[in-house]
């Protein structure tokens, strides 16, 4: 491929990506803004309302895994075609029946399609892209998602009483115009295509197909990127659809506001500007750190909407939430495929990042409890315990240096504190919250000047540094048989002829003196 093709094609995969991405935003968010009138319409009951925005879920997380080691075989292209048109069909269908079973049959169809939309479109922008302008691409074409969620919010306010629901789904299906651009305008990365033939001659080699996830478990470091990324999607997709399904009744109930619809759509405006701000941002200082600057952020300026929200500052608040919750979000699949070799990149995002839609099973059910039983205070207490505890004892090298018993009794007496949570002010909740965030702040700073395995690693040089002058040879100049002669001998044995020689000028000195006690005749 020259460089004037690469420049057409990258340019092509980065519009082909805002299809997918528009198709995502359009048809994830058009049902969450039109579920007041299907419910009417369609005669559904509240479980049955929220039990088709699960059949969504469940369909991206499986449609996902597939389409990543899919997209590892059979092309990032190709794939990414088959999501969009099988999500776009399944939309346009959805709008053309009365049945509550085909409705959630056709929105577990859609997030089949969704399911790969969204991050194999950053995988193939980031193949595409050199490495110090990936983030920026990525968070631009993923800020076209949140632009998505602006038009579905639009519509619901303006289009949607005129011209029902049924339209408004049709109308987010029209991006499957834009298929026949992206079967003949795009192409897959020279190094996907490079790595996918090394791949298929390997595996002619041997007589076989590797499988990708057994390859992944093999290798120490991926599967340690794996794990650790599996378990951080979980928790990110829990805070986020924990906090985003219960926070608009909490706000306006605290706040006491009629709606928060334009609330809601000014987060999402911020949403665009945090991920392709931050995906600039990530390209200077990294991705790491931008990581931890937009979950941290999200994370405060959370709990300052639960728990500050009031009519003058909602807004604020909402758009700072907005910001930092964007960073991340246009970064994350391009991060975390950068953990992974290109032959099996789309496999290993696949399944971390949609194994974390588990977290949004789970977050909007248990964060219901919670409320109804008034205890957010406490839950969060109790999370940010347990993540201190741990987090204090890794960095600080003390679950290395104390005994068994020692760390239970660290656990049972924090919590000590949790179980008094439960008796207490809500203020004593969110100041034991707050104290547990404050440590582990404390415990990666301290990480930082005073390390555990840099003094560690200092110490055992310096006793080695020791060990080492004690086998030094010296030379010293001693007197045998009346002849002064030099030796090398070693700190040990320098040592002792000095204290020979010691003892002798100490005889030598007294040599004249009585050493035996008087008798009584002298």
Same mark, same amino acid.
């Given at each position: 491929?020259?460089?004037?093709?690469?420049?057409?094609?990258?340019?092509?995969?980065?519009?082909?990506?805002? +299809?997918?991405?528009?198709?995502?935003?359009?048809?994830?968010?058009?049902?969450?803004?039109?579920?007041?009138?299907?419910?009417?319409?369609?005669?559904?009951?509240?479980?049955?309302?929220?039990?088709?925005?699960?059949?969504?879920?469940?369909?991206?997380?499986?449609?996902?895994?597939?389409?990543?080691?899919?997209?590892?075989?059979?092309?990032?292209?190709?794939?990414?075609?088959?999501?969009?048109?099988?999500?776009?069909?399944?939309?346009?269908?959805?709008?053309?029946?009365?049945?509550?079973?085909?409705?959630?049959?056709?929105?577990?169809?859609?997030?089949?399609?969704?399911?790969?939309?969204?991050?194999?479109?950053?995988?193939?922008?980031?193949?595409?892209?050199?490495?110090?302008?990936?983030?920026?691409?990525?968070?631009?074409?993923?800020?076209?998602?949140?632009?998505?969620?602006?038009?579905?919010?639009?519509?619901?306010?303006?289009?949607?009483?005129?011209?029902?629901?049924?339209?408004?789904?049709?109308?987010?299906?029209?991006?499957?115009?834009?298929?026949?651009?992206?079967?003949?305008?795009?192409?897959?990365?020279?190094?996907?295509?490079?790595?996918?033939?090394?791949?298929?001659?390997?595996?002619?080699?041997?007589?076989?197909?590797?499988?990708?996830?057994?390859?992944?478990?093999?290798?120490?470091?991926?599967?340690?990127?794996?794990?650790?990324?599996?378990?951080?999607?979980?928790?990110?997709?829990?805070?986020?659809?924990?906090?985003?399904?219960?926070?608009?009744?909490?706000?306006?109930?605290?706040?006491?506001?009629?709606?928060?619809?334009?609330?809601?759509?000014?987060?999402?405006?911020?949403?665009?500007?945090?991920?392709?701000?931050?995906?600039?941002?990530?390209?200077?200082?990294?991705?790491?750190?931008?990581?931890?600057?937009?979950?941290?952020?999200?994370?405060?300026?959370?709990?300052?909407?639960?728990?500050?929200?009031?009519?003058?500052?909602?807004?604020?608040?909402?758009?700072?939430?907005?910001?930092?919750?964007?960073?991340?979000?246009?970064?994350?699949?391009?991060?975390?495929?950068?953990?992974?070799?290109?032959?099996?990149?789309?496999?290993?995002?696949?399944?971390?990042?949609?194994?974390?839609?588990?977290?949004?099973?789970?977050?909007?059910?248990?964060?219901?409890?919670?409320?109804?039983?008034?205890?957010?205070?406490?839950?969060?207490?109790?999370?940010?315990?347990?993540?201190?505890?741990?987090?204090?004892?890794?960095?600080?090298?003390?679950?290395?240096?104390?005994?068994?018993?020692?760390?239970?009794?660290?656990? +049972?007496?924090?919590?000590?504190?949790?179980?008094?949570?439960?008796?207490?002010?809500?203020?004593?909740?969110?100041?034991?919250?707050?104290?547990?965030?404050?440590?582990?702040?404390?415990?990666?700073?301290?990480?930082?000047?005073?390390?555990?395995?840099?003094?560690?690693?200092?110490?055992?040089?310096?006793?080695?540094?020791?060990?080492?002058?004690?086998?030094?040879?010296?030379?010293?100049?001693?007197?045998?048989?009346?002849?002064? +002669?030099?030796?090398?001998?070693?700190?040990?044995?320098?040592?002792?002829?000095?204290?020979?020689?010691?003892?002798?000028?100490?005889?030598?000195?007294?040599?004249?003196?009585?050493?035996?006690?008087?008798?009584?005749?002298?």
């Amino acid at each position: 491929m020259t460089e004037l093709e690469l420049k057409k094609y990258s340019r092509n995969a980065l519009l082909g990506s805002f +299809v997918s991405m528009l198709t995502a935003g359009l048809a994830t968010m058009m049902y969450s803004v039109c579920i007041s009138t299907i419910r009417t319409d369609l005669a559904l009951t509240a479980v049955q309302a929220g039990s088709l925005g699960t059949y969504t879920f469940m369909g991206q997380m499986l449609g996902g895994m597939v389409a990543g080691y899919l997209a590892d075989r059979f092309g990032r292209k190709n794939i990414l075609i088959v999501d969009v048109i099988l999500a776009t069909l399944a939309v346009f269908a959805t709008s053309l029946l009365q049945s509550y079973s085909i409705f959630g049959l056709l929105r577990f169809v859609t997030g089949v399609g969704l399911g790969g939309c969204y991050y194999i479109a950053s995988i193939l922008i980031g193949e595409f892209v050199p490495t110090n302008k990936r983030g920026f691409m990525s968070g631009v074409a993923t800020s076209v998602w949140n632009f998505g969620y602006v038009v579905c919010c639009a519509m619901s306010a303006f289009a949607l009483p005129s011209i029902g629901w049924r339209w408004c789904f049709r109308i987010c299906a029209l991006p499957i115009i834009f298929v026949i651009f992206m079967i003949f305008g795009m192409k897959d990365a020279p190094s996907f295509t490079a790595a996918k033939a090394n791949r298929d001659k390997r595996d002619q080699a041997e007589g076989k197909k590797v499988n990708a996830y057994a390859e992944i478990w093999a290798h120490p470091r991926m599967r340690k990127s794996f794990i650790i990324w599996s378990i951080s999607m979980i928790l990110y997709f829990y805070g986020y659809y924990g906090l985003i399904t219960w926070l608009p009744n909490y706000v306006q109930s605290q706040v006491g506001m009629q709606s928060g619809g334009w609330i809601t759509a000014a987060g999402y405006i911020a949403m665009i500007i945090g991920t392709a701000g931050g995906g600039k941002i990530a390209d200077k200082i990294g991705r790491k750190k931008l990581f931890l600057i937009g979950t941290i952020g999200t994370a405060i300026f959370g709990l300052c909407l639960a728990f500050w929200a009031n009519s003058s500052n909602i807004l604020v608040l909402m758009l700072l939430y907005g910001v930092c919750y964007g960073m991340p979000t246009g970064i994350h699949a391009t991060f975390i495929g950068e953990c992974f070799p290109t032959h099996l990149r789309s496999t290993g995002v696949g399944f971390t990042f949609n194994i974390g839609r588990l977290g949004a099973f789970i977050a909007p059910i248990l964060m219901g409890k919670l409320v109804d039983m008034n205890m957010i205070s406490v839950a969060i207490a109790t999370v940010t315990m347990f993540v201190s505890y741990f987090i204090t004892q890794k960095l600080s090298g003390m679950d290395a240096q104390m005994q068994g018993s020692m760390k239970i009794m660290m656990l +049972v007496c924090n919590l000590m504190f949790v179980t008094f949570c439960f008796n207490a002010p809500i203020g004593f909740s969110f100041y034991y919250s707050v104290s547990n965030i404050w440590q582990i702040g404390q415990s990666f700073v301290t990480y930082k000047i005073y390390s555990p395995e840099k003094f560690k690693k200092q110490y055992e040089e310096e006793l080695a540094a020791k060990r080492a002058e004690k086998k030094k040879k010296r030379s010293v100049t001693v007197e045998e048989n009346g002849q002064t +002669v030099t030796k090398e001998v070693s700190l040990a044995d320098a040592n002792k002829l000095r204290l020979e020689l010691a003892r002798k000028r100490e005889a030598e000195l007294h040599k004249d003196e009585r050493t035996t006690p008087l008798n009584k005749e002298q």
